[in-house]
């Protein structure tokens, strides 16, 4: 079987969330900012609360925070961080006890998050350049895990939900948004690197996507679509027609 290669697809990932952090305003083949963010279910306060501009370079899929009932004084794992707004947003809920950690592995999307961070007195925010299928934490050290629309970007998910799972207090909690699919991908789709990076290509049905996280030792408790979401290119939308390609929420419990 063809498998993307995975060298061209981090290359096209890093090129793709430069290109979100830096013209926001650009064309994607998925929508972007604050209009999508209100659509998905965040409230204006929450939005209204962290900076401007990392809301505008907002690329989500969904909203967990309702599932993640973060408190305050946790400690928070958000994967594939961007410029910042998950991570802002938890930090908030978490208070200034508390601690969020970002990675990511677009180093213009770090930079931007830093910078904001610095310029708006996140100091309990912290991010920092790394990969999410091997997470430099101490085992059991997280209470919550967040991501949005980033696992699906990657071509090893059994260890991103391994890792997810290790780093984890036991009863800790992992509320993410992410693409899957009704249909399996034909390979052609699979290893197209360029379908990928727009966070298609990597999608997995949604009954294995669960089991991943089950045999990680994830107990998924809730779940719930959002139809709200769609993608904008013609290419994007017909494969989301054809192989019933959406954005799901999960929370999951470790057991």
């Given at each position: 079987m063809e498998a993307v290669n995975k060298e061209e697809l981090l290359e096209k990932i890093k090129f793709m969330y430069k290109e979100v952090a830096e013209k926001p305003d650009g064309e994607f083949h998925f929508e972007?900012?604050?209009?999508v963010a209100e659509k998905l279910g965040y409230s204006p306060e929450d939005l209204d609360n962290v900076p401007k501009e990392a809301v505008e370079s907002f690329a989500g899929v969904?909203?967990?925070f309702d599932f993640a009932g973060i408190k305050e004084g946790?400690?928070?794992?958000d994967l594939g961080s961007g410029s910042g707004m998950d991570a802002f947003i938890a930090a908030i809920k978490a208070g200034k006890s508390g601690k969020v950690i970002g990675f990511d592995l677009s180093k213009d999307q770090l930079r931007k998050a830093n910078m904001l961070k610095e310029k708006h007195d996140f100091s309990q925010a912290?991010?920092?350049e790394g990969y999410i299928e091997s997470l430099p934490l101490e085992d059991e050290s997280v209470d919550v895990v967040i991501s949005n629309g980033v696992i699906n970007l990657s071509a090893e998910k059994d260890k991103v939900f391994k890792e997810i799972s290790r780093v984890l207090k036991k009863g800790g909690r992992m509320a993410i948004s992410d693409i899957v699919t009704e249909k399996p991908l034909t390979e052609k789709i699979k290893c197209d690197a360029n379908i990928w990076a727009s966070c298609i290509g990597g999608a997995l049905q949604i009954n294995t996507y669960k089991e991943l996280m089950e045999k990680a030792g994830l107990k998924v408790v809730?779940?719930?679509h959002h139809p709200e979401y769609g993608f904008l290119s013609k290419s994007a939308r017909n494969a989301s027609d054809e192989f019933g390609v959406k954005?799901?929420?999960?929370l999951a419990e470790k057991q």
């Open positions: 972007m900012g604050r209009p969904g909203h967990y946790e400690t928070i794992l912290e991010f920092r809730k779940e719930k954005s799901f929420s999960f």
